[in-house]
């Protein structure tokens, strides 16, 4: 079995900062694409960044500029830093990890069970 576990979400005036970790376990032979998505009430969950095992990351327009995605091949592990917080950044953050759990075989999609990111003065 394979578990993505994030950490790091909270409450945070606007303007702050904040590093969520997601740390993937269990039995992966390789860990290929990851990264973050999140949903705010009433609306479709979306896509705020993906970065590859190699290659160059992915960023939705409206974090640009102010949000990093990393990771840590070595650990399982992939993070994103949040700079100059606003309020319209409120959500559920869920980590995304494709993974190939044994040789040869096929990929399959993963989800973390989300946490919570709450902008607000």
């Known amino acids: 079995q394979v578990q993505l576990v994030e950490s790091g979400g909270g409450l945070v005036q606007p303007g702050g900062s904040l590093r969520l970790s997601c740390a993937a376990s269990?039995?992966?032979?390789?860990?290929?694409?990851m990264g973050w998505y999140r949903q705010a009430p009433g609306k479709q969950r979306e896509l705020v960044a993906v970065?590859?095992?190699?290659?160059?990351?992915n960023y939705a327009d409206s974090v640009k500029g102010r949000f990093t995605i990393s990771r840590d091949n070595g650990a399982n592990t992939v993070f994103l830093q949040m700079n100059s917080l606003k309020p319209e950044d409120t959500a559920v953050y869920y980590c995304?990890?494709?993974?190939?759990?044994?040789?040869?075989?096929?990929?399959?999609?993963?989800w973390g069970q989300g946490t919570q990111v709450t902008v607000s003065s």
């Open positions: 995304n990890a494709l993974i190939r759990r044994v040789a040869g075989g096929s990929e399959y999609d993963y």
């Open positions: 269990g039995r992966i032979f390789r860990l290929n694409a």
């Open positions: 970065i590859p095992r190699g290659g160059s990351t």
